[in-house]
């Protein structure tokens, strides 16, 4: 019993070190405690927005000859979110299959208000290509703005910029641009969708 219960305090002192929270000590002696803000703000519930589940419409760029004279491939999917973090964010699950319902892709995001910075922290998680991202997202013009650098199946580098706009109850949009060039061109609309509320709540 000793060494369980040893093994646990071992685990749980390496998650504490591991996520740079303070110890008692440490804290009260730095005064840090007492400025600790638990309380989200106001803007912690921009993107409560997404909260629910999400009906898609999935629209790629056209590549290639073929898909310009026949059309892209028609994508669907579900996008479904909860709130998360006591408040200050946001936890969403994007799933996008064909037309037969094979899968195509399934990201999990985690979405944090950082107060001091005055801007959103989105943690991305792609489940079949095994690869995490982030990126800064911002509220502006009634709608939500991020930027991110990525890498194409290729290996290609490029930066990606999104805009979530048309956001109603019942709707919104989202529009990915990407650029191959540092951001001195960029090929818009190389990804859309188009998201229809189906349910006023997820289940996960």
């Known amino acids: 019993m000793r060494h ?19 110890s ?19 803007e912690a519930t921009q993107y409560e927005f997404m909260l629910g589940t999400w009906s898609l419409t999935v629209t790629p760029q056209a590549v290639g000859l073929g898909q310009k004279i ?3 491939p028609k994508l669907h999917g579900t996008w ?45 998680t792609d489940a079949y290509h095994g690869k995490a991202t ?17 890498t194409d199946p290729g290996g290609k580098a490029f930066l990606s910029r999104v805009r979530i706009t048309g956001i109603t109850p019942t709707a919104f949009k989202y ?7 540092g951001g001195k061109s960029w090929d818009e609309g190389f990804l859309t969708i188009d998201a229809k509320r189906s349910a006023a709540t997820a289940e996960r």
């Open 4 to 22: 369980h219960s040893l093994i646990a305090r071992t685990a749980l002192a390496a998650i504490i070190a591991a996520a740079s929270i303070p």
């Open 24 to 42: 008692t000590a440490t804290a009260q002696h730095s005064g840090a405690a007492s400025s600790l803000v638990t309380k989200a703000p106001t």
């Open 70 to 72: 026949h059309g892209v």
């Open 80 to 124: 479904k979110a909860w709130r998360a973090l006591d408040g200050w964010g946001v936890q969403d699950e994007l799933r996008i299959v064909d037309a037969s319902g094979n899968p195509m892709a399934l990201s999990l995001f985690v979405r944090v208000y950082d107060a001091a910075a005055k801007h959103w922290v989105v943690s991305a």
């Open 134 to 150: 982030s990126s800064v997202a911002e509220w502006k013009d009634g709608g939500m703005s991020s930027t991110s650098e990525g």
């Open 175 to 181: 529009t990915q641009d990407r650029s191959f060039d």
